[in-house]
């Protein structure tokens, strides 16, 4: 069972269109990080959400923390080539002692068409 | 600060042998992860480390996978005895404490024939 569902699972657009991934879970998490991931690379932070109904805001990128802090969205207005990637949430949880983990959703496939 | 740095970038071996990778992670981190990523699936978790205590370990480390942080600054992970169904992206990544976020190197990807 897939703790973090994320939709849609590939989405390709025009240069110029907006659009919206989700992140979904029965879950509640401490906190929220997105992260995009390009071929043959690791994942690299984009933001932490952490409390909910939280908005946070990065140029063209617009993340939402739900306010059950189950779900989060990212929007992207007039998306770009670069921003061509795979998008993906990770939820943290304390699993106890101190410790958070982090699960992460199977991503979102972006690809934005020039 | 340059990052999370993993060797080799690729690995390639025959179903049977051992294979080791190496993490070198950013110098003031106390944290360090291991994760694996397959095809269209992602990171899950496999281990992590506290300075050089390995604190948890996912069902998903069969006793053929170890990990070792022997003086809390870089790590390795060997898998013995391979299976093709080892195949993935070994992701390391690193954090100053429990609560920051990690910093991923660009990891290790591992085929067995």
């Known amino acids: 069972t897939q703790l973090l569902e994320q939709s849609p699972q590939f989405l390709s657009i025009q240069e110029g269109e907006n659009l919206t991934v989700y992140c979904n879970s029965s879950s509640v998490f401490s906190s929220l990080q997105w992260y995009r991931q390009e071929p043959g690379e690791g994942p690299v932070l984009l933001v932490t959400v952490v409390t909910g109904g939280e908005v946070k805001k990065l140029k063209r990128l617009t993340f939402q923390f739900g306010d059950a802090r189950k779900d989060s969205s990212l929007h992207i207005t007039a998306a770009q080539p670069g921003d061509t990637g795979l998008y993906l949430c990770?939820?943290?949880?304390?699993?106890?002692?101190?410790?958070?983990?982090?699960?992460f959703g199977k991503g979102t496939k972006l690809s934005v068409i020039p | 600060d340059t990052g999370v740095s993993q060797d080799p970038r690729h690995k390639i071996t025959k179903r049977g042998q051992n294979v080791t990778f190496r993490c070198d992670p950013i110098?003031?981190?106390?944290?360090l992860y291991w994760y694996r990523q397959t095809l269209g699936q992602g990171p899950e978790f496999l281990t992590y480390f506290q300075n050089e205590a390995q604190l948890e370990k996912s069902r998903l480390l069969s006793d053929r996978f170890s990990a070792e942080r022997p003086k809390g600054s870089f790590s390795t992970l060997e898998i013995q005895r391979t299976e093709q169904g080892d195949s993935a992206m070994y992701l390391c990544?690193?954090?100053?404490?429990?609560?920051?976020?990690?910093?991923f190197g660009n990891g290790t990807r591992l085929t067995v024939t």
């Open positions: 990544a690193s954090s100053w404490d429990f609560s920051s976020p990690l910093h």
């Open positions: 110098s003031e981190h106390n944290r």
């Open positions: 990770a939820g943290a949880q304390d699993s106890g002692a101190g410790s958070y983990q982090l699960t």
